[in-house]
């Protein structure tokens, strides 16, 4: 597995003495086809619009496109989602979902953020709202402490990254 991070505040760099088992890979290096071998390649993004999202999109298999459970935060990943669904046009073997992220308990937003989604999966070229939705957890928060939440005692946090991780793959078959 490796990951690579596009901001330019590079925060992913920054863990590279803390996380084993992951290789971290210069998203240059990911462009121009030298980053080879991986199962997977996570590629972190700006949280805002970049010329490098099409080209990454198109060395993608699958996007995830995350999201606070909040209206504003749907308004703004709609120019990100209409960027992707123009790059299913030319590659229609691209899938895609929306990850609810940072999810309150009992928030009643959440149905409402959900509903608010639902546009988007629609049509040929929709992109689903996956089911799995990742709560806010302070487990979460200090992965990069523990080398990961699977080194945490948090069972929840582990149970539902594994979620996440078989919706993603169901939608790849």
Known sequence: MAITDTDLQGSIYSLSGLVQGIDLV?????????????????????????????????????????TKAGLLDVLAIRSTINLLQQSMLSRPALRAGILLNMVMPRYSM????????????EGEHGISILLTLIHQRISYVRSPQTAGVFNSADERAKDKIQQLAISIINQLQ
């Open 26 to 66: 210069s998203p240059d290096d990911v462009l121009d086809g030298k980053v080879t071998g991986y199962d997977v390649l996570i590629v972190d993004t700006t949280p805002y619009l970049s010329t490098r999202l099409s080209d990454l999109f198109a060395l993608s298999e699958f996007v995830v496109i995350p």
């Open 110 to 121: 959440t149905g409402e953020v959900t509903d608010a989604l639902a546009e988007y999966a």
